[in-house]
């Protein structure tokens, strides 16, 4: 991966997994190992790492913070109440516990999250989100069009109009966010580098 | 006797509210206790109830508002109040409104964001 990088000349880069949770550290110590290589022969490359909730364990939590990314994205992915048909093993309060422990522990560490619109949530519901997002002081943001991969997967409910993402990004950035990307084509990793402009 | 709802205290140092949604419209039957509209703060989202059983008499602020708490936001009327003394309560209410003070300019912000179907407006 390391190599990679330094022979893409890439200025940043957003590393990924499927959830290990067949690991006894959830998959962290190999996290921790890419941003290390990527670091020592990449320096000028910033890092960023989109991890699982590691089901809550701070010890995995705290491998990968060690290891010093420039951010550390989780994504909560819907409100609490779609958890059960999106997110089945998952818990939304783990996961903002997840963000929460990372800041606790680095706070020079910029945490990220997103979620994704259009799976029937309501609106009061999308801003009790930013809202505990930025309770835990969580940095950036990503809002996104949920687009249905495959047949087993949740329908969308609703093609949100971009207008109404810019209304939840402009109420994003009211609460405190301070790097927020609203439309229907963002993604966690869309335009990532662009996030950390102006913040090194 | 109706009732005049007002934008609830909810934190010391939270002095501005911002009108999710209505729940509500003018004339819809409501019962105490009944969520009336949902508002979001800077640190949370939170449903206003309604204080007596009635009917909405008159909203006095659009929902996509940012205002200032402990202002009147809307006129409930119980069965069998008299209509003059409603519509009193509807001219002093919007006299406080007029004089209420500044809201947090960046969540005044929220309002003035490039949506038409969003932006604010004092109900006449």
Redo the contacts between chains.
């Keep these: 991966m390391a190599k990679s990088v330094q022979r893409l000349g890439l200025k940043h880069i957003v590393i990924t997994s499927v959830s290990r949770d067949d690991l006894p550290d959830g998959g962290a110590r190999h996290f921790a190992k890419t941003i290390s290589a990527i670091k020592k022969i990449s320096p000028g490359t910033s890092t960023e790492v989109l991890i699982p909730d590691f089901r809550g364990s701070p010890d995995a939590i705290g491998i990968v913070v060690d290891a010093c990314p420039d951010v550390i994205g989780h994504n909560l992915e819907t409100v609490p109440r779609l958890y059960g048909e999106v997110r089945r093993d998952a818990d939304y309060a783990r996961s903002l516990d997840v963000l929460a422990l990372i800041k606790r522990l680095n706070s020079k560490i910029w945490t990220k999250s997103g979620i994704m619109l259009g799976l029937g949530e309501k609106?009061?519901?999308v801003?009790?989100v930013l809202?505990d997002l930025?309770?835990i002081n969580c940095d950036f943001i990503t809002l996104g069009q949920y687009l249905q991969p495959t047949d087993v997967h949740c329908t969308v409910t609703e093609y949100v109009p971009p207008?109404?993402f810019?209304?939840f990004g402009?109420?994003a950035?009211?609460?405190?966010f301070i790097r927020v990307l609203s439309c229907p084509l963002a993604r966690s990793s869309y335009r990532a580098e662009e996030m950390l402009r102006g913040l090194k | 006797m109706g009732a005049t709802v007002l934008m609830p205290i909810v934190g010391a140092t939270i002095r501005t509210a911002f009108i999710i949604e209505w729940y509500k419209q003018e004339g819809e039957s409501v019962l105490q206790g009944e969520p009336l509209l949902e508002v979001l703060t800077k640190k949370a989202v939170f449903k206003v109830e309604a204080p007596i059983t009635g009917t909405v008499y008159k909203l006095l602020v659009s929902d996509k508002t940012a205002l200032p708490i402990d202002i009147p936001i809307a006129i409930l009327a119980e069965e069998g109040d008299d209509d003059a003394v409603l519509q009193k309560m509807v001219v002093e209410a919007l006299d406080a409104l007029s004089k209420a003070p500044p809201i947090d300019k960046d969540l005044a912000t929220v309002i003035t964001c490039s949506i038409a179907d969003h932006q604010a407006k004092v109900c006449n």
Excluded: F, P
């Design positions: 609106e009061g519901e801003l009790q809202c930025r309770r207008e109404k810019n209304y402009e109420i950035r009211v609460l405190g």
